[in-house]
């Protein structure tokens, strides 16, 4: 009797750990979420600050020789 009484206990203590741990992967899977989230929200805003100093360089670097002389050409 000691030994089934042992083994429901162990049975009992195994399905509280089980219940625990898929409790910690409800919650883990979540935080993935959010976590995934908020990268592609960073990603965006890597790009759009990207294109935008690629677009300001363009705007601030000095003309070069060829386009000052093609520019005189056309007009």
Same mark, same amino acid.
């Not at 899977?29 to 790009?47: C, M, P, T």
């Given at each position: 009797? @000691? +030994?089934?009484?042992? /083994? !429901? !206990?162990?049975? +009992?203590?195994? &399905?509280? &750990?089980?219940? =625990?741990? +898929?409790?910690?992967?409800? #919650?883990?899977?979540? #935080? =993935?979420? %959010?976590?995934?989230? *908020?990268?592609?929200?960073? *990603?965006? !805003?890597?790009?759009?600050? %990207?294109?935008? +100093? ?9 003309? &070069? /020789?060829?386009? /000052?002389?093609?520019?005189?050409? @056309?007009?």
């Amino acid at each position: 009797m @000691k +030994e089934l009484d042992a /083994l !429901q !206990q162990e049975f +009992e203590r195994w &399905r509280f &750990r089980r219940k =625990e741990l +898929e409790g910690d992967l409800r #919650e883990l899977s979540r #935080e =993935e979420h %959010d976590v995934l989230k *908020e990268l592609a929200r960073v *990603e965006g !805003q890597i790009s759009y600050y %990207d294109s935008l +100093e690629s677009d300001m360089k363009r705007e601030l670097e000095p003309p &070069r /020789l060829s386009d /000052l002389l093609s520019s005189l050409r @056309k007009r």
